[in-house]
């Protein structure tokens, strides 16, 4: 008989034979769904082996019960907004048999009775599981006190964790002045000086910003001006009240980044506008390799300041502090940077320095994500030398980016827009749905999750969802998205007035251009845009080659997945009638 120690991990989904009564289909997809896209990527993450399922429940195996907690907690966490599906998890640490691929015994069994002791959402562990996580994980564990458990002869300690949603509770602000975005305090973080006196370090200081951008809007109890609003005050000299009431911020985090060799100096303030009062302020010496650990405390500094009770609530990204994933950062942030110029050249740019970054750290989530989006916007755009081969090293980035970190609103954004292009509409939603649960300020998700909007029927809402975007970014460039949505709304005059203030507008915004006035009844312009586009077409490596209305019908079925086929007549018609030859 083999035996081993394991970390067991049970969980059993909460009224599940109500659940089928009701919705047999829906609850099936739904939790094939789940564990597709979450339970099993955060099994894989954390090194566990899903044993056997087990109708409505699973088995898991783990070599650690700090590996099994982490998981569960990510399991918790990915399906928290799912109302109908809830899952409860009971974990212990205890010696099982092991028969073939089946474990069973003892450390089992009390996995199974620990489990119905958590609340629906929540997590169970024993006395002897909750040794092994002391001073590793910060969660709030209440403890249960000793339990009598069926066919379990001396009562077992336990500790309960709390479904995700009773993690944080938040303490309302303080009387202030009115909170553009209900109750949450809104914070603004203005683009950190490059003090090195080297202007090509400026990639790296604005990179850290928009970490720090990133990481801070993962809380849902702040509201976060976004990058492009931000970036408007850089290099500009104003007051922080002056800023503040422009981004309608109840707050300022400001800083400067000097980095010397191997050596960086981060200093970081927070002021309150109504006040002009500092808050908080710490100024970090470091070796390079912990600029993490800088951006962590900083995120960790302004969330518990405004919030309070941020213990419940700390950071889960990796800390990456090898040389060689410095050099990836490095590299990731530079792809960055050209990334936010629309251009073939700099995207072949930022493509190719993505790549570099991946081969460097094959598990980079963040560059495998925006890598996907490269290239789905070269894809998009004509500028693909090998289109299939682009599309399709778009979603198999997307899909990994996801299974390496499914909690970033970014990964799943990139997931949903590969999707979308796939013509797998309803996979596409569910990652928009997951992405903005994560992360409500992602402007990037709400626009894009505008886009899948259009597409999949309902031009109002996508109109709606870009508004939002503009609420949160009034200096966002949503243009062409809106153009889009107003388009298929049939609100010509809207989409003219959008578009036709473009700078270097690509070929599709020409044809969009020039199919808008044609409705719009505007003949002369929508020519002289059909004229534009064609030139844009002539130079592109993919439109020179298409031939005949054919190749271009299904030039445009392709970049415009449209579920109903009445919304693709439309706008053929529309290219048709500006004089484009499809």
């Not at 899903?50 to 650690?64: A, C, H, N, P, W």
């Not at 700078?503 to 409705?519: E, F, I, K, R, T």
Request: overall charge negative.
């Amino acid at each position: 008989m083999e035996r081993r120690l394991a970390a067991i991990l049970v969980a059993d989904a909460v009224a599940y034979s109500r659940l089928m009564g009701e919705d047999e289909a829906g609850t099936l997809a739904r939790l094939r769904s789940h564990e597709a896209e979450i339970i099993a990527p955060a099994v894989a993450r954390h090194r566990g082996r899903i044993v056997k399922r087990m109708g409505d429940g699973f088995l898991v195996e783990f070599g650690s019960v700090v590996a099994a907690v982490q998981c569960a907690v990510d399991w918790q966490r990915g399906i928290a907004d799912d109302a109908p599906l809830r899952f409860r998890i009971g974990i212990n640490l205890g010696d099982v048999i092991v028969e073939g691929d089946d474990i069973y015994g003892d450390g089992v069994n009390l996995a199974a009775r620990l489990e119905p002791l958590a609340e629906p959402g929540g997590i169970c562990v024993s006395e002897d599981a909750f040794r092994q996580l002391r001073g590793k994980l910060d969660l709030a564990w209440e403890d249960m006190g000793p339990q009598e458990l069926k066919n379990i002869a001396v009562p077992v300690g336990a500790y309960r964790l709390g479904p995700p949603s009773a993690e944080v509770a938040a303490e309302r602000p303080s009387a202030g002045r009115a909170r553009t975005h209900g109750e949450k305090p809104t914070v603004a973080v203005l683009p950190f000086t490059n003090m090195s006196g080297d202007p090509e370090q400026e990639y790296f200081s604005d990179g850290i910003t928009e970490d720090l951008i990133t990481e801070i809007s993962r809380f849902r109890e702040l509201a976060v001006v976004s990058r492009s609003s931000s970036f408007v005050f850089k290099g500009k000299t104003a007051s922080a009240a002056e800023v503040c009431a422009k981004l309608k911020a109840q707050y300022l985090v400001e800083g400067s980044i000097r980095k010397a060799g191997n050596r960086v100096r981060v200093t970081a303030q927070l002021i309150e506008a109504d006040s002009d009062r500092q808050v908080w302020a710490e100024r970090y010496d470091r070796e390079l390799e912990d600029i993490f650990e800088v951006q962590d405390d900083i995120v960790r500094r302004v969330a518990s300041t405004l919030v309070g009770r941020l213990e419940h609530r700390r950071q889960e990204r990796a800390r990456r502090q090898s040389e060689s994933e410095l050099r990836a950062y490095d590299l990731y942030l530079r792809g960055r940077e050209h990334f936010f110029t629309w251009s073939l050249d700099d995207n072949r740019k930022a493509r190719d320095l993505l790549r570099s970054a991946i081969d460097i750290e094959p598990d980079y989530a963040a560059a495998l994500a925006l890598l996907s989006e490269v290239l789905l916007r070269m894809w998009l755009n004509g500028w693909s030398e090998d289109p299939d081969a682009d599309l399709a090293e778009s979603v198999a980035a997307a899909q990994r980016a996801v299974a390496i970190d499914d909690g970033d609103s970014r990964t799943h954004t990139a997931l949903g827009m590969a999707h979308l292009f796939r013509r797998q509409l309803e996979h596409g939603r569910q990652h928009f749905e997951t992405a903005l649960k994560l992360n409500p300020n992602d402007t990037r998700a709400l626009v894009y999750a505008s886009r899948h909007a259009v597409f999949d029927g309902d031009p109002e809402r996508a109109i709606d969802l870009c508004r939002q975007a503009q609420v949160l970014n009034p200096y966002g460039k949503y243009t062409w998205n809106l153009g889009i949505a107003c388009f298929v709304a049939r609100r010509y005059r809207e989409t003219v007035d959008l578009l036709e203030g473009m700078d270097n507008p690509p070929a599709a915004v020409l044809a969009m251009l020039a199919a808008s006035y044609a409705m719009a009844g505007d003949a002369a312009k929508a020519a002289a845009a059909g004229a534009a586009f064609g030139e844009a077409a002539a130079a592109s490596p993919v439109l020179s080659t298409l031939r005949g209305p054919a190749a271009w019908q299904r030039y445009f079925s392709d970049r415009w997945p449209f579920r109903d086929p009445a919304d693709l007549a439309h706008l053929l018609d529309a290219l048709r009638k500006a004089g484009l030859p499809v």
